[in-house]
């Protein structure tokens, strides 16, 4: 299995391209189940996830293609086969999002549930709910979610909590409904609205996505379309609070500033200086970063897919950060393995107290899942000699060519076998 190896100490210095979302490539792949003209899609990112949602696309008939532009093409003339199996659910929650537009297209769908996660137990409850709202008759059998429907009715949802990947499944499922949809307390997330975007590219009827009420006025077909993925934000800010950490200079290009104003403010609390010009980010630090505290919340809040990341910058700060995590239980494996590293940190509840330390250790360390390898390399990138991450695939899943992305800013790290 492979492993990062990292030698700490090098500050980053350099300018470093953006990747396509993989939040937003993974809901929008599954649109291509709407219709039965090809989808089109640019800036898709290179990722595990993003071969998954591929190979299950496939297995239930869609054709998959690369486009010369590095892109991807996605027919589904006809679906054979509307299920989703336990073997690619349970190495990707993101699978039930084939759900909703399964059911718009075909009337029914079975998708295996996900059981539990690394990172707490992320029911899909709201998901169904909403579904049934919307008149689907959903049993479980045999680990397997059944819906069925006749065509599917527009509804007004109340969601009880936001939900980003339930936001979009109801979306997706709501633009083939009879009559109009609302949501409520629905998720405000960029991807969210990407996602809105190229479905309306296809001929939906939405409004609203990026607030938190959308409104889908359901159509009788959907047609082919070309999209291009937004910006991953959460790449960008992995990228620019290991720069925070280890000092340098770091210019980020095809990045989406405005998606990215929460991390862009706790950057310039720990001491950074931050620049957006366009679509670029360049930050600049040459001291030892001041702690920062957090507390993650949904959209435009602080995004839970960074509080590891900022853990790691915490870690190495001046003073003492609360960390709170409001929106996973159990999100805080990575805290374990950054005391491996030297860290100085006490899990109370959903709260993690950092004490920062002048230096960490290189040691053997264990990824847990994927935005806590991003803060195990984070770690590896400012401790003193070497640090080997096992378990890298987690990093895999969500990090296009991470290693060389960073060796090309001057880190010193390999992939070893
Ligand atoms: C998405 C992101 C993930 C990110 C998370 C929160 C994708 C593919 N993944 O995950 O990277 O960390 O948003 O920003 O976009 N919940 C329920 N019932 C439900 C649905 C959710 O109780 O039906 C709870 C979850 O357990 C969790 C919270 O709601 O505590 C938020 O989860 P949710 O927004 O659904 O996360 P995902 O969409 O799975």
Do not use: W
Request: proline share 4%; charged share 20%.
């Amino acid at each position: 299995m492979d492993k990062l190896l990292i030698t700490g100490g090098r500050t980053l210095e350099g300018e470093v391209p953006v990747s396509g979302a993989k939040n937003a490539a993974l809901p929008i792949m599954c649109t291509a189940l709407l219709t039965q003209d090809p989808l089109k899609l640019a800036n898709v990112p290179a990722l595990m996830d993003v071969r998954t949602m591929a190979q299950l696309l496939a297995q239930m008939g869609v054709e998959v293609g690369a486009r010369s532009n590095g892109g991807i093409e996605l027919r589904a003339r006809t679906i054979t086969n509307p299920e989703a199996p336990y073997e690619l659910v349970k190495t990707m929650r993101a699978s039930v999002l084939v759900l909703g537009p399964l059911l718009a297209r075909c009337g029914q769908a079975s998708v295996s549930l996900p059981g539990g996660c690394a990172i707490g137990a992320r029911p899909v409850d709201q998901h169904l709910k909403g579904l049934q709202a919307m008149g689907a008759r959903i049993e479980v059998e045999h680990g397997y979610l059944n819906a069925r429907a006749e065509r599917l009715r527009g509804a007004r949802i109340a969601l009880d909590l936001v939900t980003v990947t339930g936001t979009e499944n109801l979306m997706m499922a709501a633009t083939l409904a009879e009559g109009l949809t609302v949501l409520e307390n629905a998720a405000r997330e960029p991807e969210v609205a990407d996602l809105a975007r190229c479905l309306n590219a296809m001929g939906a009827r939405i409004e609203g996505a990026g607030s938190d009420v959308i409104r889908i006025e359901g159509v009788r077909a959907l047609c082919g379309a070309a999209h291009r993925v937004m910006p991953d934000r959460i790449e960008s800010g992995t990228f620019l609070a290991a720069a925070a950490a280890t000092g340098g200079r770091v210019r980020l290009l095809g990045a989406a500033p405005a998606t990215l104003e929460a991390t862009l403010q706790k950057l310039r609390e720990a001491g950074a200086r931050v620049a957006v010009a366009g679509d670029s980010i360049e930050i600049e630090s040459d001291t030892r970063p001041l702690s920062v505290s957090l507390c993650t919340a949904p959209y435009p809040g602080f995004a839970t897919d960074m509080q590891a990341q900022f853990m790691a910058l915490d870690a190495i700060a001046r003073g003492t950060a609360l960390i709170s995590e409001t929106i996973f239980e159990n999100r805080f494996m990575h805290a374990l393995e950054l005391q491996r590293l030297g860290a100085d940190i006490t899990i109370q509840g959903n709260t993690a107290v950092v004490k920062g330390v002048e230096r960490l250790q290189g040691a053997k360390v264990m990824a847990t899942d994927l935005r806590a390898s991003a803060s195990l390399v984070i770690a590896g990138l400012v401790a003193h000699g070497d640090t080997l991450i096992e378990r890298i695939y987690h990093l895999d899943r969500g990090y296009e060519s991470i290693e060389a992305k960073l060796a090309g800013l001057g880190a010193r790290i390999e992939r070893v076998n």
